[in-house]
C-alpha cells in the first residue's frame, strides 16, 4: 500500500531505537500503551529466530478520545502502531500514515474523524522528522 507508513532508518541498535522513538513520540503527546516483540514471540513460540523486530502501539489520549467520541468502533484503528526492526547494522523505523489508516477504512471525509486523522498525523510526521535530524 502507497504511502503506509513515515519511515526513518536510524544509525543505532535496536533498543536505542526504540528509546529514541519513544522519546520523540512524547514530544509529541503519545505514549506507548504496548510493546510486542516479534522477535521473542516467533522464538517462545515457534523455535524461530528472527531479526530484532518490535511494535509500538502509541496513543495520543486526547486525539484518541475525539475520535472514540465521534465513533467508538475507530478503537479497532488504536493505537497508531509504530515498527522497528534491525537491519544491516541499522535501525528501520515504519510509523503509520494517520491519514491513508482513515482513508483506507473510510473515514477520510468523515467530519468528525478525518480532522482527527489529519492532527494525528502530522504529529506522527514530525516524529519521523524530529528522528531523522
Known amino acids: 500500500m502507497k504511502d503506509m507508513s513515515h519511515d526513518v532508518r536510524l544509525n543505532c541498535a535496536h533498543e536505542e531505537a526504540i528509546d529514541r522513538v519513544t522519546d520523540a513520540l512524547a514530544a509529541e503527546g503519545f505514549g506507548v500503551l504496548s510493546r510486542i516483540d516479534i522477535d521473542k514471540k516467533f522464538r517462545?513460540?515457534?523455535?524461530?529466530?528472527?531479526?530484532?523486530?518490535?511494535?509500538?502501539?502509541?496513543?495520543?489520549?486526547?486525539?484518541?478520545?475525539?475520535?472514540?467520541?465521534?465513533?467508538?468502533?475507530?478503537?479497532?484503528?488504536?493505537?497508531?502502531?509504530?515498527?522497528?526492526?534491525?537491519?544491516?547494522?541499522?535501525?528501520?523505523?515504519?510509523?503509520?500514515?494517520?491519514?491513508?489508516?482513515?482513508?483506507?477504512?473510510?473515514?477520510?471525509?468523515?467530519?468528525q474523524i478525518a480532522p482527527v486523522g489529519r492532527e494525528a498525523d502530522e504529529r506522527l510526521k514530525r516524529v519521523a522528522a524530529a528522528l531523522a535530524s
Open 44 to 111: 517462545e513460540k515457534l523455535g524461530v529466530d528472527f531479526r530484532p523486530y518490535t511494535i509500538l502501539g502509541a496513543c495520543n489520549p486526547a486525539l484518541a478520545n475525539l475520535a472514540l467520541g465521534a465513533a467508538p468502533e475507530i478503537g479497532l484503528l488504536l493505537p497508531c502502531n509504530v515498527t522497528v526492526e534491525q537491519l544491516d547494522g541499522a535501525a528501520l523505523v515504519r510509523i503509520i500514515n494517520a491519514r491513508t489508516m482513515m482513508d483506507t477504512a473510510g473515514y477520510g471525509d468523515d467530519e
